[in-house]
């Protein structure tokens, strides 16, 4: 199964003056954690790590430190996770029928997860790796006042790794593209042009690191792992 990674982020909420993924956490780069489960992953054969020309250097650093045995291709991002998504699904070599979308900063994720979805996706065109939301969510007007409850039995938390048939996912990119539309996971465009999308039982640790706080967890997690 191929795998692509989004690592072309500026990680503004981390508040970073660099890629948040080359900052530290157990005295690792984030990325290398991302990497290591990657490798581990029976069911993925090739990684694309798609990421900002400026950090290229370093990633290779990283990519020889970690000793991946899987073939690594790096590939330019772009100005928005959207972009740089698309620019991956244009880079997957021609045999790729299937893709895995998964976020660098998402460093927690497990080989078994990996391995989950990448087994998932032969029976599905899209899915993504979710969890039920624990917390009560309020939707609320522009004035900040409580519209609606929605029901939590139906509300879940959206992870990656994302599974799709590559062929449609392109499709849905260019869809989206020429659309105007603008959203955060590659889910989304599959549901804007009408196909299903599966949920993958996600991991309650997967943890998307975003801000300074998520590195604490993160560390506290790995910490645990040992
Ligand atoms: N132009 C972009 C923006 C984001 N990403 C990647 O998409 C994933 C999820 O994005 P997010 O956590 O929002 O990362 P940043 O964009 O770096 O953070 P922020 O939104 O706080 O700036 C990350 O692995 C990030 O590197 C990407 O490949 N290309
Ligand atoms: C794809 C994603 O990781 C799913 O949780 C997420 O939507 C991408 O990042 P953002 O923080 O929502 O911009």
Same mark, same amino acid.
């Given at each position: ?7 072309? =982020?500026?990680?503004? +909420?981390?508040? %970073?003056?660099? @890629?948040? &993924? *080359?900052? /530290? ?51 330019? =991002?772009?100005?928005? +996770?959207?972009? %740089?998504?698309? @620019?991956? &699904? *244009?880079? /997957? ?134």
């Amino acid at each position: 199964m191929h795998l692509l990674i989004p690592a072309a =982020g500026m990680g503004r +909420r981390m508040g %970073s003056d660099r @890629n948040k &993924l *080359l900052l /530290l956490v157990r005295s690792q780069p984030i990325i290398s954690w991302t990497l290591k489960a990657a490798e581990a992953a029976n069911f993925i054969s090739w990684i694309g790590i798609i990421a900002q020309p400026t950090d290229w250097q370093d990633l290779q650093t990283i990519i020889q430190k970690e000793k991946l045995t899987k073939p690594v291709e790096l590939i330019e =991002g772009g100005s928005t +996770r959207q972009e %740089s998504v698309y @620019n991956g &699904l *244009l880079a /997957l070599p021609a045999a790729a029928e299937q893709v895995l979308i998964h976020d660098g900063a998402r460093c927690l994720a497990t080989p078994d997860l990996f391995n989950a979805c990448a087994l998932s996706i032969r029976h599905h065109s899209g899915l993504i790796a979710a969890i039920p939301v624990k917390d009560t969510i309020k939707v609320v007007d522009e004035n900040g006042i409580i519209q609606s409850t929605p029901d939590r039995r139906r509300l879940f938390a959206a992870q990656t790794p994302q599974g799709f048939d590559v062929k449609l996912l392109k499709q849905c990119h260019e869809t989206g593209i020429r659309q105007g539309w603008e959203v955060t996971d590659d889910a989304a465009l599959f549901e804007k042009c009408g196909y299903s999308v599966t949920i993958v039982q996600g991991e309650e640790t997967n943890l998307k690191v975003t801000t300074p706080q998520d590195l604490a967890i993160a560390e506290f997690i790995l910490s645990g792992r040992e």
